[in-house]
């Protein structure tokens, strides 16, 4: 029987947001015939109901997807971003709990719907926050070790590559690893096998960076025809990491930017992997923060207050500041200063934003006390620029990017000389390449819409992989 080009490949989607994975695929070549999406400790679950708003909602569950494993119907493709919180550079180090932890878990019912499938998809396309790579901060890798010898050991190749969008001409500089993985023939796994058929050093050249004297498109991966880079690719293929065995530590990670992992069909069945540091190559056109802006803004996100920028002038600039855990208030609060205890001077300090009272604090006894204790640290952070530059790409949306509050990772703009203004929803969708007033939705607030583009995709990016995606499944 001939292969029929006209079919579309079957997708499933798991932590789906507000659809940027299906965004970006969804079309001539794939339909999806499974979604979830849901958002613990939230009742309103704002993006599974926009999410049934722009697409058709049947196959959509809004479970939590420790419910819904078995559910999940056979497929060729799966995509997801998993959640990124355990990962993320947000979460302090002392409060990092790697794979580990509560939200890494979510690692473990993407590993149950791959193997137990009854049939194991072709392909896997996932998503996640460069730091993975790097992760944990005292075993930096390991997390990423672990997925990849999951995966490995259900029969699958493993690519990745990080990649930040405005890179390749988007208007955002947000910055993610992307991970495909591809089906191996076994008894397991049943017939086709995707992906390079060799691993050599000149056919993986080729495949992972597109440049060899051999440039048929099928010789050439889905990240290096649709990213191309530049780089020194290595003499040799090293053995991947044991999650057990290595020499996991807190000074180096064994994994470069790029990389390409699989295990011999031999009796070794020893596990190898390409990687190296790379750095992109583009020519192309590229699109900036001020092309995407609006004209005719809504009053209600203008910057008036003369306070407010004053303390958007400090929080933006570079800060030399001291930090208590909460944990050690108490201790705070038994120490004595000039003007009161220690944690009354912290929170005066923090509510200042002046660099005045941040040096004067440091000539306080009290505060030289809660040094010697061990309760005080110091916190600094470099200048940026304020306000944003509107002929760069943006920096990388955040989850609080809507709000009153005076916030370090908020955009603001000059709209005109002397005027400013926060950035609107309509103007953080584009800066993900989704349609204007995708997340509007009745009773949806405009924090609400913020967050959810903060936990979103560059849609552009799963875009340009699509055609080479599908050519590899065809």
Known sequence: MGIDFNSKFRVAELFAGVGGFRL????????????????????????????????????????????????????????????????????????????????????TPIKSIIRDSKVRPKMIFLENVPRLLNSPSKLRGLNFGVILDDLLTMGYDVEWRIIQASDYGMPQKRSRIFILAYRRQSKTNGKGTFGPNRRTRKSMISWMTGSSCNLKKESIGPFASSFPISCTFPLDKKEVPSVRSFNWSSKSRPFGNAGYAWKDSGKSSKRWMWTFNCIPSYSGPFTTLGDIIENNHEQDFEITDPEKLRMYSYIKGEQKEWRIRKSDKEIAESISTSSGNLWDLYQKCTKGYDSKLWNESRADSGYHEGVSKGIVYNYTAGSMSYPDLLDNPSRTVVTAEIGRSVSRMRHIIEFKKGKFRRLMPIELERLNMFPDNWTEYEGISDSRRGFLMGNALVVGVVERLAEPISRILR
Not at 39 to 51: F, M
Not at 55 to 66: A, M, P, R
Not at 75 to 93: K, M, W
């Open 24 to 107: 970006g695929l969804e079309g001539k070549h794939f339909e999806f015939v499974f979604s979830n999406q849901w958002e613990p400790n939230e009742t309103a679950q704002w993006a599974s109901k926009i999410y049934n708003l722009r697409f058709d909602s049947e196959g959509h569950v809004n479970e939590d997807i420790h419910n819904v494993t078995n559910l999940v119907p056979e497929h060729d493709l799966l995509v997801g971003g998993f959640p990124c919180q355990d990962y993320s550079v947000a979460r302090t180090i002392s409060g990092e709990m790697g794979i580990e932890g509560e939200k890494g878990k979510l690692w």
